[in-house]
């Protein structure tokens, strides 16, 4: 693995951050969509002999997942996995949207790709500096609200109101109180540490 990690090394040195372009309609903050991602990375890869699969593949249990891979030209490559959370997996148009978000997430995870919130250091050309990674957040009783309930679910990579709709199955607006209550059921799950795959396969909140 040697070349590989070599030309990863270089490469890492010249992604750029990724603008943040695109805003999530509920609550107006902004983030780095598919195309920002790839416009932070193509160059360094292309330069240092690199490339990227993306392929969606069925897990054990018989669950969506994305396979993400950087490939050297030497042969040699390294691979990730992500659940595509979806709650109906025949609906063509949830899939999609669940595996653009993994693919966003899974390029970013796996290249180091940080976000920045406007397009200065990228039209200088100023790269992505090393970030301290921030521990998940801690269990609380009470239910976070706004961005406090996007950085929640982004600690997690998830998109929030997004994972939360998928879980019910209806978008927020169209929640009857049952939903609401499934809703809050699921994030106590998840502040309490369980992972969201395991929260939309098992629905159970007692």
Aim: charged share 25%.
């Amino acid at each position: 693995m040697k070349e590989l990690y070599t030309a990863l090394v270089k490469a890492q040195g010249m992604i750029k951050n990724a603008v943040k372009d695109s805003t999530n309609p509920h609550y107006k903050s902004k983030y780095a969509d598919l195309e920002s991602v790839w416009d932070a990375i193509r160059e360094a890869l292309q330069k240092n002999n690199l490339a990227v699969l993306q392929l969606t593949d069925i897990d054990a249990s018989g669950a969506p997942v994305l396979v993400t891979r950087v490939i050297h030209t030497s042969g040699e490559h390294i691979e990730g996995r992500y659940p595509l959370v979806c709650k109906d997996p025949t609906d063509a148009q949830k899939l999609g949207s669940s595996t653009s978000y993994a693919r966003r997430y899974s390029l970013s995870a796996m290249l180091g790709v940080i976000q920045s919130d406007d397009d200065g250091n990228a039209a200088a050309g100023h790269t992505a500096s090393p970030s301290v990674a921030k521990p998940a957040p801690a269990p609380v009783a009470s239910k976070p609200a706004g961005n406090a309930m996007v950085d929640l679910f982004a600690a997690h990579r998830l998109e929030y109101p997004k994972a939360v709709e998928d879980l019910v199955g209806k978008a927020v607006k169209d929640w009857s109180e049952n939903d609401k209550t499934t809703a809050r059921e699921a994030i106590k799950k998840l502040q309490a540490g369980t992972p969201w795959a395991t929260i939309t396969r098992d629905k159970v909140f007692s």
